[in-house]
């Protein structure tokens, strides 16, 4: 197939970011960027952050510049406001706001990667969230017929004196009825958190038909409603106004879509009130930054995950169709996270693939309420015109149309005439309807998460519905930018068309059992185009591989050596990674399993650093101290100088030690460092100095973890197993080589 058709992208931009984010970082990290991240402005607006990072300690938020969209001399006065008011928003909440211009992202790459280490740190939003939910104390309970039984087993582990739990249900067995039957049976004020309106509207209708008794209203950026016996809430508005309540206003927190609840506005929710009970809600157990939901609740859960509620037939049957193409995705770029988009739309939207697409829903699934989730909102559009011209009933559902339109849209799916719905990303959460009985996964994705969440927009049982039938289009790819498939999501490993992939076992059998008389379900379809019989799946995923390995970065700091020595051993063929990822046209990012460091720290005579030698390795390092700069060991004189009892000093402080320093020198005519130094040259800022700090000397103490920087309170820190064990003589001993290090140093320099 030839592309004949230009295509139009419209988030270049963002695709060159999220590059240089995993040349950075690695891909495996990339999973901490949140696409996308919807938030309330400070007049109730719901909007999007390009991109947002969260840990327990800070949020930050990115924003990706295409120079027609924000230069205020090419938008109008409205939109560069709007702008203005989006970014003042995301301050007011807390948030760290960094921007970058496409013009940056092209022709300043290093530049751009350099300043994402220094305002992000080398490895960025890693750490254990260790005191979530700080005063909750809760257990594993299971659940034995479903939401009767939830709400028993809820009621029970109260009795027992557990203050939280954990529904996770695959989407349709009803969370939220369970919920709100639950807050019924507690018959305490009730406080629904959700992370946009639309899925507050959602919850409201459904407590009114479960306890419609109760006075209910809404928190949000437009209504602010304090005296309602259940209150549902956006996250946003409770956490920028939580002195607006008392912490005992509530007696159960009801989180929905809880697996975003390890943004700290979340925590600061938990840590404020002190309800009775907490419920969390979700239908992803997976976090798109990869922390486990389960975890982040403490193994607090009960577990009614897809195949669990398609066995137990609360959910439809599942089977699947695979649709083979020509399409060959091997030299598309990935990110970590997705596909290039640019690389994607230039090889999926073509006339041949789109119609392959139009002629399988003709062929196989005409009449039949179905949605094409596609590649982009172009492709969604081109789609349904297609369909359109063969009299399909079909529309698209995508960001370009007003709420208004949109639900004027999806109301004819469910209730009119409109048969097909083309969707992008719109439709991934918080909508789905039970009458869809196709979906065409014709947008290749790397997210489990997001082709999850595409799945659950047909799984509902729904009237005259034997079963959920999705037809997975399969383009060639290689091993590292494999889409998800129905079958590599369940780890399925043998492929026949048309049969249940997910379906309780009296049903699999029925079809087995016709099947071995020569006789077709009446289910079974033709096999459509391109598709085999009979076919084996590669179930392999770089993403889970990595999980257990270790990225070369890891590597340097788990042994005595510098990175440049890994670097040069491996351009060598010394060292070969266990697994490489590539990244972009001309780069890979390497991992390794941690016997096969070992095996290499013993070939080479390194010393791995472990919690046990680490002071001893730090005293090593300070004794036999490098230097071609006096660097390194003002730094340390300036962290111990100013370090409080945990090993933390202030950037700012160590800043202004520098520069005190390198200054005094010069006043008494000695020479503050070698002429093509900053302080010799002199004329430089306070961030300057910061800069040169982060970039000379902390990076090898870093690479060593001897150092590491706290970048949500601006602190250089020592390991804290190193601070912890170091004594006061220790630290004289440290003082005393540093000075003669510096004096050494300054005799050759002089001389």
Not at 55 to 79: F, L
Request: proline fraction near 3%; hydrophobic fraction near 35%; aromatic fraction near 12%.
């Amino acid at each position: 197939m030839n592309s004949n058709k230009a295509t139009k992208v419209n988030s270049k931009a963002e695709e060159l970011f999220i590059q240089l984010f995993c040349e950075a970082f690695g891909p495996d990290k990339a999973g901490n960027l949140y696409v996308q991240y919807p938030f309330v402005d400070i007049y109730g607006k719901n909007r999007f952050i390009d991109f947002a990072l969260e840990n327990h300690e800070m949020k930050v938020a990115i924003e990706i510049d295409g120079e027609t969209y924000h230069n205020p001399k090419k938008v109008s006065d409205t939109k560069y406001y709007d702008d203005l008011l989006k970014q003042n928003s995301l301050v007011y909440d807390g948030w760290h706001v960094y921007r970058w211009a496409y013009n940056q992202l092209a022709k300043q790459p290093e530049k751009v990667k350099d300043e994402l280490v220094t305002f992000l740190g080398e490895t960025p939003f890693l750490k254990e969230i260790d005191f979530f939910l700080p005063k909750q104390q809760g257990r594993t309970f299971e659940l034995r017929e479903y939401q009767q039984e939830a709400i028993d087993n809820l009621f029970t582990i109260r009795e027992s004196g557990d203050s939280i739990a954990l529904l996770y249900h695959a989407t349709g067995v009803g969370k939220t009825v369970t919920a709100a039957s639950d807050a019924k049976v507690v018959n305490g004020r009730t406080l629904f958190l959700v992370h946009n309106l639309k899925l507050a509207d959602q919850a409201e209708k459904t407590f009114a038909q479960i306890w419609p008794d109760v006075t209910r209203g809404y928190y949000t950026g437009v209504e602010k409603n304090l005296e309602a016996k259940v209150i549902f809430a956006t996250v946003q508005s409770v956490s920028n106004n939580l002195l607006s309540f008392e912490p005992k206003d509530f007696d159960y927190i009801i989180v929905d879509e809880c697996h975003h609840a390890a943004a700290k506005t979340y925590q600061q929710i938990f840590s404020y009130f002190e309800p009775k009970f907490i419920l969390g809600l979700t239908a992803t157990p997976e976090r798109a930054d990869g922390e486990d939901i389960l975890q982040l609740f403490q193994n607090v859960a009960h577990k009614m995950d897809l195949k669990t509620a398609v066995e137990r037939e609360i959910l439809a049957p599942i089977r699947c169709i695979r649709v083979k193409t020509d399409i060959d995705l091997t030299e598309v770029r990935i990110n970590g996270i997705k596909y290039n988009t640019q690389d994607l739309e230039s090889k999926l939207f073509i006339p041949e693939r789109n119609q392959l697409i139009v002629d399988t829903y003709l062929k196989y699934a005409k009449g039949k309420k179905t949605v094409i989730f596609c590649a982009s909102v172009n492709h969604a559009e081109e789609i349904a015109h297609l369909l359109q011209r063969q009299g399909v009933h079909a529309a698209t559902v995508s960001s370009r149309e007003n709420v208004a339109t949109r639900e004027k849209i999806l109301k004819a799916y469910d209730e009119g005439d409109t048969h097909v719905l083309c969707a992008c990303d719109l439709l991934n959460e918080g909508w789905d309807s039970p009458c869809t009985e196709i979906l065409f996964m014709a947008r290749p994705t790397m997210s489990k998460v997001i082709y999850m969440q595409q799945l659950g927009r047909g799984t509902r049982k729904y009237e005259g519905k034997e079963s959920l039938l999705v037809f997975d289009f399969v383009d060639n790819a290689n091993m590292f930018n494999m889409p998800y498939s129905l079958h590599r999501l369940l780890d399925i490993g043998q492929y026949k068309p048309n049969e249940y992939v997910l379906a309780p076992s009296h049903l699999k059998k029925l079809d087995e059992d016709m099947l071995r008389r020569g006789e077709r379900p009446d289910a079974y379809l033709d096999v459509p185009i391109d598709v085999d019989d009979y076919e084996v799946i590669d179930l392999f995923n770089w993403q889970n591989e990595v999980k257990e390995m270790k990225s070369q970065l890891e590597f340097v700091r788990m042994v005595d050596v510098q990175t440049e020595t890994i670097d040069r051993y491996v351009r060598e063929g010394k060292i070969v990674p266990d697994l490489e990822v590539p990244i972009g046209d001309t780069r890979t990012f390497n991992y390794y399993k941690e016997d096969t460091i070992k095996g290499y720290a013993k070939t080479y005579n390194w010393d791995l650093i472990t919690s046990a030698n680490i002071v001893e390795k730090f005293m090593g390092f300070i004794e036999k101290m490098d230097m071609s700069y006096s660097y390194k060991p003002v730094l340390i004189k300036a962290i111990l100088e100013y370090a409080d009892e945990r090993g933390r000093a202030d950037i700012d402080e160590v800043v202004s030690y520098f520069i005190e320093f390198y200054e005094s020198r010069k006043l008494v005519g000695l020479v503050a460092e070698k002429a093509n130094s900053l302080y010799q040259k002199g004329d430089y800022s306070s961030k300057d100095v910061e800069k040169n700090i982060l970039s000379n000397p902390f990076k090898r103490f870093a690479d060593m973890r001897f150092l590491q920087r706290n970048k949500a309170i601006n602190l250089i820190e020592f390991n804290p197993v190193i601070f912890k064990k170091l004594t006061s003589k220790d630290k004289e001993r440290i003082l005393a080589i540093c000075d003669e290090k510096l004096m050494n140093y300054y005799t050759r320099l002089e001389n």
